[in-house]
């Protein structure tokens, strides 16, 4: 689904680097967000969505234009993205933070903050305050008021912390669980569910902190960080803290995933943090690395091929290695290379 503003590009470069590493994946286009809704569709049309039904994973590209701010949820390009997270209990999103090493000069902390950073953020993602009912505006003796509910049960606590217990496991073996367990109800749950699941895996080393204290310490201390695991709404803030500390949103790929898929598989979906970036489409001078780096944790998620996907990712490090620059991460004065020419850059690393 290439979605709206600069998705198209990115997206198109990112499939063609999936084909060149599996030529078997069968890639099908559909429209999603505002270009279905410039069509007279809704946001997630219905062909869209009996594609999803018979596909291994989602690759997409972002939704949201100008346009449509100010309307209702359900007029939105957005509004696709909310009911596939729904609809397919897509409930964990996965967000790997990493430093390319030449890029450090493009992060707003000093270098030497963010050398060799490397962490992931493991955000509940169809949970919490986002979906708890009752959610309204509403008068009460003549006064406005709003309500937003926050609740969590331990099963959908569980099976969150899980998935980043695995890959702490599998990384460097430290899980750093966040909460607000000084004040809200839900939290002191999520400690409790967190700190009973750590017996399953000695040889991870847990810790916990509170959200404000964790969003202070991915400043001052970001490489200390390996997996973190949050709820929804720390998770949304946390996420993005940790994804400018970068200095590029164009290089951060992401995944939700949930229950479904075949054994050793996952349905998900897969997409480039960045965002439209409308005043940019058109131009072949976004950066693709996001959507390709999608599109590797694609292939390891949903189609259990790691080899493929380190073959990417492989790719993509000697490109930045090699000098390999587009516009906003280009050193002040350096040379910046067009969408299509960093593609092809990595293409030929493969």
Known sequence: MPGDGIGPEVIACAAEVLRRVRPDVECTEAPVGGAALGAGLPALPVETRALCDRSDAILFG?????????????????????????????????????????????????????????????????????????????????????VDTMIYRAPEIERIARIAFDLARERRKHLTSVDKQNILETSRLWRRVVSTMSAEYPDVRLEHLLVDNAAMQLVARPGDFD?????????DILSDEAAILTGSLGTLPSASIGAGGSPGRQFGLYEPIGGTAPDLAGKDVANPTAAILSAAMLLRHSLADDASAARIERAVDRAYADGLRTAEVARSGGAAVSTRAFTQGVLARL
């Open 62 to 146: 972002s939704v949201g234009l100008p346009q449509y701010d100010g309307l209702p949820l359900a007029q939105r390009p957005e509004y696709a993205l909310f009911l596939l997270r729904r609809d397919y209990e897509l409930y964990a999103n996965l967000r790997p933070v990493r430093v390319f090493p030449g890029l450090e000069e493009a992060s707003s902390l000093r270098p030497e903050i963010v050398r060799g950073l490397d962490l992931i953020v493991v955000r509940e993602l169809t949970g919490g305050i986002y979906y708890g009912q009752p959610k309204e505006q509403r008068t009460v003796d003549g006064v406005d008021e709003a």
């Open 227 to 235: 997996v973190i695991v949050t709820e929804n709404m720390f998770g």
